[in-house]
């Protein structure tokens, strides 16, 4: 159930030499700072922003449902520039819509056009039917084109949203997995390993260009209006278990992550952050919370029934997203609640009851 799934897009320079928190990604590979990457300082680029934590906020994905309500939060704050490929056509009077894709050399007018203070990057590609190239040409090429944008019109803050889901629910997992444990989200996986090249560019970014604070969020299972693998799962009128399996599962209510995401912009905050809900629960619990019936089925027969009915077409989830009934995927979020202030204010009831228009 990849958590930040939602539906696929169709769609302040700080203080040079200021130190890094403690939540900087310790499992980056460590590049040699003294690069600026390509066209960082030609004459033509303008000198850095301040950092306010007042100006432009340009947001990638804006059209999704998550990206949708973080822009009418964000928005009576900061002015906002949404980019998509898709239409907005209900967006905030003073929301900037620019409907390019992020692949296209359109997107370096808007960064040229004026100073962008901040970047939050949500538009990755979740469509486990799209081709394996049109996957990468989205989630990785454009990335970089918006990476090297970045780097050359010297943004002072970048936050790119990842998921909890690039570390994997594995057989042998600790129980709370923290920001520095390795990314196996893609060895059973395939679908999930853009979404982890994204995170280590993120990560690379940050080492090559201490000069942007750059934040990667890694949320756990996403619920509420959004259409991801999660909620789609607790859609369903009978809902699927694995015999002799009911792993402990931790979820988060969209609003929550919007919270989370408005407090990364806070200037002076940079580095890796995973994001939790209110507390985990056994996948049987969160059943009996929507109060709906389950069957359990032995796992060899669920997955030889989910490839029959995903050749059919009959089924939006692919095989492997069974390994997340299966097994534990948890994540510490200390280091968020310490250094960002986040705390969940959704309540597990409502969090989980929410799929279903419980909540928002």
Not at 2 to 29: C, F, K, L, W, Y
Not at 44 to 70: D, Q, W, Y
Not at 155 to 177: C, E, I, M, R, T
Not at 344 to 358: A, F, K, L, M
């Amino acid at each position: 159930m990849a958590g930040v799934r939602d539906e696929n897009p169709t769609h302040g320079v700080r203080t040079r030499g200021q130190e890094r928190s403690n939540g900087s990604p310790d499992s980056a590979p460590r590049t040699p700072r003294s690069g600026q990457g390509p066209g960082s300082s030609p004459s033509s680029v303008p000198r850095p922003l301040a950092a306010r934590g007042r100006g432009t906020v340009l947001v990638t994905g804006a059209c999704g449902r998550l990206g949708k309500h973080f822009v009418r939060a964000l928005h009576r704050e900061r002015r906002v520039i949404a980019v998509d490929r898709r239409p907005f056509p209900d967006k905030p009077k003073d929301v900037v819509h620019e409907q390019v894709d992020i692949r296209r050399k359109k997107l370096k007018d808007i960064f040229r056009a004026e100073p962008i203070e901040a970047v939050v990057h949500l538009g990755i590609m979740h469509d486990p039917r799209a081709s394996q190239a049109e996957h990468h040409s989205w989630n990785v090429a454009g990335f970089q084109k918006l990476l090297e944008y970045v780097a050359q019109f010297q943004v002072p803050k970048l936050v790119v949203l990842s998921s909890s889901n690039v570390y994997g629910p594995q057989p042998d997992n600790a129980q709370f997995l923290k920001e520095e444990s390795p990314l196996l989200g893609g060895a059973r996986f395939s679908e999930i390993r853009d979404l982890i090249e994204v995170d280590m560019l993120a990560q690379g970014f940050f080492w090559k260009h201490p000069e942007t604070e750059t934040v990667i969020l890694r949320p756990v299972h996403i619920l509420g209006a959004v259409h991801n693998a999660a909620s789609n799962f607790l859609r369903l009128p009978t809902i699927p278990t694995l015999m002799g399996f009911d792993p402990m599962v931790q979820v988060v209510h969209e609003s929550d992550v919007v919270r989370a995401l408005e407090r990364t912009l806070t200037p002076g905050k940079r580095g890796i952050y995973n994001l939790a809900g209110p507390g985990p629960l056994p996948l049987s619990h969160i059943v009996k919370l929507l109060g709906k019936p389950s069957v359990p089925v032995p796992y060899s027969l669920g997955k030889a029934v989910l490839k029959r009915l995903w050749s059919f077409r009959l089924t939006t989830f692919p095989a492997p997203e069974l390994d997340h009934i299966r097994y534990v995927c948890m994540v510490d979020d200390t280091r968020a609640r310490d250094e960002l202030g986040y705390a969940p204010e959704t309540s597990i009831e409502d969090t989980v009851r929410s799929v279903d228009g419980g909540r928002w």
